[in-house]
T-cell receptor, first 113, second 114 residues
Framework: DTAVSQTPKYLVTQMGNDKSIKCEQNLGHDTMYWYKQDSKKFLKIMFSYNNKELIINETVPNRFSPKSPDKAHLNLHINSLELGDSAVYFC????????????FGPGTRLLVL | AQSVTQLGSHVSVSEGALVLLRCNYSSSVPPYLFWYVQYPNQGLQLLLKYTTGATLVKGINGFEAEFKKSETSFHLTKPSAHMSDAAEYFCAVRSQGGSEKLVFGKGTKLTVNP
């Protein structure tokens, strides 16, 4: 029973395609996040949601659209994939907005060819 | 705005030697500070955190860190390195009661030599 799970684990696709990554947490947390880790291991927040409401949107291209159908799920849809989108995408969750401790999923390794 | 600087992108130690990973932060308000570890091909796992109170914080796997406000530092230490400690370590900061955004340093890769 993984606390934060992501699917798929690996994603290889062609430039211009549209793809989605799914995230689920079974911790009962209110807040969920998407991070991007580039090839140099630098981690940057992309989005956060609290109780299905968008809280943070960090100057991410609008080709990236998060969706939270309920507070246990936060999905990431990417349109018109570009080479520069290749990265590892991590989902995370925290108890609430005030809690600093975030729990991370295993990551989705996206390779755009 | 907050920021984190991790000095040394790569640190190499011998098994049994002291581990010291450096982290300095910048924050205009009292910070919460964190160390996360990332093993190869895995997600991040919380090692320890400082919120308020005792400035010496103990975490999992024998790691500890000390919050030094005067030096704006939160260095991570372990008295004796083990081969299984080889991983990427990330320091992170967020403000108390402010933005919920966690800002990460660029990471330090720890290599442990036999």
């Amino acid at each position: 029973d993984t606390a934060v799970s992501q699917t798929p684990k690996y994603l290889v696709t062609q430039m211009g395609n549209d793809k989605s990554i799914k995230c689920e947490q079974n911790l009962g947390h209110d807040t969920m996040y998407w991070y991007k880790q580039d090839s140099k291991k630098f981690l940057k927040i992309m989005f956060s949601y609290n109780n299905k409401e968008l809280i943070i949107n960090e100057t991410v291209p609008n080709r990236f659209s998060p969706k939270s159908p309920d507070k246990a799920h936060l999905n990431l849809h990417i349109n018109s994939l570009e080479l520069g989108d290749s990265a590892v995408y991590f989902c995370a969750s925290s108890q609430d907005l005030r809690s600093g401790t975030q729990y991370f999923g295993p990551g989705t390794r996206l390779l755009v060819l | 705005a907050q920021s984190v600087t991790q000095l040394g992108s790569h640190v190499s130690v011998s098994e049994g030697a002291l581990v010291l990973l450096r982290c300095n932060y910048s924050s205009s308000v009292p910070p919460y500070l964190f160390w996360y570890v990332q093993y190869p091909n895995q997600g991040l796992q919380l090692l320890l955190k400082y919120t308020t109170g005792a400035t010496l914080v103990k975490g999992i796997n024998g790691f500890e860190a000390e919050f030094k406000k005067s030096e704006t530092s939160f260095h991570l230490t372990k008295p004796s390195a083990h081969m299984s400690d080889a991983a990427e370590y990330f320091c992170a900061v967020r403000s108390q009661g402010g933005s919920e955004k966690l800002v990460f340093g660029k990471g330090t890769k720890l290599t442990v030599n036999p």
